[in-house]
């Protein structure tokens, strides 16, 4: 399964030559070029080049690097990147390409194979470990790259990898395997989940927050998922009279960290005179084990400040990730370590208010809306290994 995505391609290289490399002293030579393809169009590559590599990603295909001449005073010199056929050179430095060409690999050529465990490790990133090998289950010496994290299956452990990755931002790992000779792996798979939570909605699904609602007169709302700056985010809207929310309850321990992204916006309207306010946001409460509310605050867009809680904060209409641990967010609620917290509960919630119009003119309702995604625990680093 390739993937043809110039911009983000990330190499990976592989090559027995060029790992089994002599370490003794060598003439060293400066070897540069770009990485292209056919159409002369950049390519974000890894090359390697007698043990030395850097990726071709600055938007030009550019790489330039120092390597050690072998006992011919040549360069072995190769390009990786997802798509494309592994290139490869052996010259000396003058005599090398000022420009790689790329060309698209051959779907004849031969197939890895690649398995992949995972375990959860510290700061909730994972280890990920697994065999590469041909078809006819060969080890293959080739280089492995997962989210920013590389290593070479060669040597000792030939075909065996294991590589510690942190999960990218849809929590995903993206696994790559290039092998000389062979096709370019690549997969795209869910990480595990190693914090207490997360909640990224790219499965478009809210069905496991709890929603609510307050009815009042002319009022109607909605919940769910959708796409809303770039990601899929979960929502809350109203408009008129009342309330919708979405809330969840999480067990209370100070030191976990709680992160969101959150969005919201609230429009008022002017009607005969009468300014219907509305406002939407966060509310965070902290409950003990009876479920009894100790103290809440809320992180509030709202068009009128003042109808503001004291515990409560005024935030903007741009999208931002809140962050802190529990016991600092149970702090600004004006709680502290005596309390017997157990759950802290996360209600996102969007609310308006309606003008009716007594059937001569017309009715008025005010609007608002929040979205939110990327919602976290995650524990503190040193206490989950
Ligand atoms: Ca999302």
Redesign the pocket.
């Known amino acids: 399964m390739l993937r043809r995505k110039s911009e983000t391609l990330v190499g990976l290289m592989v090559l027995l030559s060029a790992l089994t490399f002599p370490t003794r002293a060598a003439n060293w030579g400066g070897i540069q070029g770009n990485v292209r393809t056919g159409n002369g169009a950049p390519v974000c590559a890894l090359v390697l080049a007698n043990g030395q590599y850097m990726f071709s990603c600055d938007g030009n295909g550019t790489y330039s690097l120092n390597v050690p001449l072998d006992d011919q005073g040549q360069v072995t010199l190769f390009a990786f990147a997802d798509g494309f056929a592994p290139f490869r050179v052996t010259a000396a430095p003058a005599k090398l390409p000022a420009v790689i060409r790329t060309i698209t690999a051959d779907p004849d050529s031969p197939l890895i194979f690649m398995g992949w465990d995972m375990a959860c490790a510290a700061n909730n990133w994972v280890h990920l470990s697994g065999e590469i090998e041909s078809e006819g289950g060969d080890p293959l010496c080739a280089l492995v790259l997962a989210n920013g994290q590389h290593m070479f299956s060669c040597g000792a452990s030939q075909g065996r990898y294991a590589l510690t990755v942190p999960a990218d931002e849809k929590g995903e790992i993206t696994l790559f395997g290039f092998a000389d000779g062979f096709q370019p792996y690549s997969e795209i798979f869910r990480a595990s989940n190693c914090g207490p939570f997360f909640d ?3 499965d478009g699904d809210a069905a496991d927050w709890q929603e609510t609602m307050i009815s009042g007169s002319g009022g109607s709302g909605s919940t769910g998922v959708e796409l809303h700056n770039e ?3 979960a929502f809350v809207k109203h408009s008129g009279g009342g309330q919708h929310a979405l809330s969840r309850d999480f067990e209370y321990s100070p030191d976990d960290n709680l992160s969101f992204e959150m969005h919201a916006v609230s429009t008022s309207v002017s009607i005969r005179g009468t300014v219907l306010h509305s406002r939407s946001g966060v509310t965070i409460s902290f409950l003990n084990g009876l479920n009894v509310p100790l103290a809440s605050l809320k992180l509030v867009n709202a068009t009128d400040p003042s109808l503001l809680d004291p515990d409560d904060s005024l935030i903007d209409g741009a999208q931002h990730e809140y962050t802190a641990s529990m016991s600092e967010f149970a702090a600004a609620a004006g709680l502290d370590t005596a309390d017997s917290i157990a759950k802290i509960s996360l209600g996102f919630f969007a609310e308006a208010n309606y003008s009716w119009g007594g059937n001569i003119y017309p009715n008025g309702s005010s609007s608002a809306t929040v979205w939110f ?2 919602v976290a625990i995650t524990k503190p680093s040193d206490a989950s290994k």
């Open positions: 990224a909605f790219e990601s899929q985010m995604d990327d």
